[in-house]
């Protein structure tokens, strides 16, 4: 059965510097998101992304975010200059039809 | 705003016994209504998802859930539980637009414990 994959599982940075979260979405899929979940807290809406371009950010979603489709393939999450309150889980998603959005196994990113 | 209230954070249930997961949602419309659940290191699994018609759907693992309009309520249910049940369950809705995709809301989770 199809999945999207994340890369790497954990991630573990300094803060200030730059990370890039990767996804490979399913491939037939059109839509593609990030979520994040903070250790206890809710899953939270991070961005959406269809055709080549963002179709919706929340507030948490500032100018240090930004994603991007460099190949047609990778689906990926840039934090410019990370902060200790980025700490959380990552999770990628995708969906073709239906608002079925199918989740990646997420990311753990830990900064220090 | 749109939000997704879990009232239970932790439920524990003896195997065999029945479960009840309750979600109750905010909404101006009926939304479209997802259960997902997650074990311990994995992503997020759907269960089961509402968007019209029947208002009792079935899901994956033998799990179903009623969506009651007067209620605003989505609650989740398991006739009988099983060990390998015990994770983290999340009920989520996403708005009903037309022309998108839109994105999930989630409510806070509830963490499900299983004794033997």
């Known amino acids: 059965e199809p999945e999207v994959t994340q890369t790497p599982s954990h991630q573990v940075t300094q803060m200030g510097q730059e990370v890039i979260l990767r996804c490979v979405p399913i491939?037939?899929?059109?839509?593609f998101y990030w979520y994040r979940q903070i250790l206890g807290q809710k899953v939270e809406f991070l961005v959406s992304f269809y055709n080549n371009e963002i179709s919706e950010k929340s507030e948490i979603f500032d100018d240090q975010f930004s994603v991007e489709r460099p190949d047609g393939s990778n689906f990926t999450l840039k934090i410019r200059s990370t902060k200790l309150e980025d700490s959380a889980m990552y999770f990628c998603a995708s969906v073709v039809v239906s608002y079925e959005q199918y989740f990646g196994p997420g990311t753990r990113l830990t900064v220090t | 705003a749109q939000s997704v209230t879990q009232p239970d954070i932790h439920i524990t249930v003896s195997e065999g016994a029945s479960l009840e997961l309750r979600c109750n949602y905010s909404?101006?419309?009926?939304?479209?209504l997802f259960w997902y659940v997650q074990s311990p290191g994995q992503g997020l699994q759907l269960l089961l998802k509402y968007f019209s018609g029947d208002t009792l759907v079935q899901g994956i693992k033998g799990f179903e859930a009623e969506f009651k309009r007067s209620q605003s309520s989505f609650n989740l249910r398991r006739p009988s539980v099983h060990w390998s049940d015990a994770a983290e369950y999340f009920c989520?809705?996403?708005?009903?637009?037309?022309?998108?995709?839109?994105?999930?809301?989630f409510g806070a989770g509830t963490r499900l414990a299983v004794h033997p």
């Open positions: 989520a809705v996403a708005p009903m637009f037309s022309g998108g995709y839109n994105k999930l809301i």
């Open positions: 909404y101006g419309a009926t939304p479209y």
């Open positions: 491939s037939n899929h059109l839509y």
